[in-house]
């Protein structure tokens, strides 16, 4: 039995906010993104920027991680701890996962980032996963189902050839920052539940260029592939409107 949770128009509001701020952050974190910058310098300065906005860190506490950010390098998939030891190199790619609260609402989105110089097949990989997001958000309309999304982000990855990670999905967020549904990122052959006007959504594609096995470091947080392939993660909170889809987080 699933529960989602609709939202009046004036908590659509708030969720406005919230995946706004979200959005200036996804957005002025690229300037900062270069070769010799710690993920803990990046972190720092997301949490002051959320500070600013009025908002507060929609991570930090939760479930107990430490930080305002998740940076996940190269064959980290998500939830990547920032650390004054990890330096960005050129030719790595990053993940920057956020969150953050904005009067009892949440905002989440995450965008995959090149540093410097990256190789074909990693510009490929990232931009394979943006569009299987665009795509997947694309049947987020009233009628549709939460599979139709699934089956749509499944569809674009499997037709490049990379993996989607399994075992990680999608979520409904509102005043909690996982709320029902389970969106997942692929086709499991079942029905998922309606789609209607007020579900606000976040979808978030997580891929390899490898193998979709995945293991958790000794840090308890860090999900790596276990291959040590590449992997890409982008994520946009969404609203379900009578007119379709409207992007919270967009850029
Ligand atoms: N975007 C991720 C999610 O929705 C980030 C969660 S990190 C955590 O699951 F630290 F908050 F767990
Ligand atoms: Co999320």
């Excluded at 979808?203 to 193998?211: F, L």
Aim: glycine share 8%; proline share 4%; with cysteine.
């Amino acid at each position: 039995m699933e529960l989602i949770i609709l939202k009046t128009n004036n908590e659509l509001w708030l969720m406005r906010e919230a995946n706004r701020i979200i959005a200036v952050i996804l957005t002025d974190i690229k300037a900062k993104i270069k070769a010799g910058v710690s993920t803990y310098e990046l972190d720092q300065w997301a949490e002051e920027k959320i500070l600013s906005l009025n908002a507060r860190p929609g991570f930090k506490g939760y479930k107990g991680y430490p930080a305002t950010l998740c940076t996940s390098i190269n064959n980290e998939v998500v939830h990547g701890i920032p650390s004054k030891k990890r330096k960005l190199k050129n030719g790595d790619i990053i993940g920057i996962d956020v969150g953050c609260i904005y009067k009892d609402f949440y905002g989440d989105g995450a965008y995959t980032y090149p540093v410097g110089d990256v190789s074909e097949a990693a510009i490929d990989l990232m931009n394979t996963c943006k569009k299987s997001l665009l795509e997947g958000i694309s049947q987020a309309k009233k009628g549709n189902r939460v599979s139709d999304i699934s089956n749509s982000i499944d569809k674009c990855v499997r037709s490049k050839g990379y993996e989607i990670i399994r075992d990680l999905t999608g979520h409904g967020i509102g005043r909690e920052l996982h709320e029902e549904p389970q969106i997942l990122n692929y086709n499991s052959g079942e029905k998922g539940p309606k789609l209607r006007p007020n579900m606000t959504l976040s979808i978030e594609p997580m891929i390899s260029n490898g193998s979709f096995e995945i293991k958790t470091l000794d840090d308890n947080w860090t999900v790596v592939t276990v291959d040590g392939s590449l992997s890409a993660h982008y994520e946009h909170t969404i609203a379900i409107t009578e007119s379709g889809p409207e992007i919270l987080t967009r850029l």
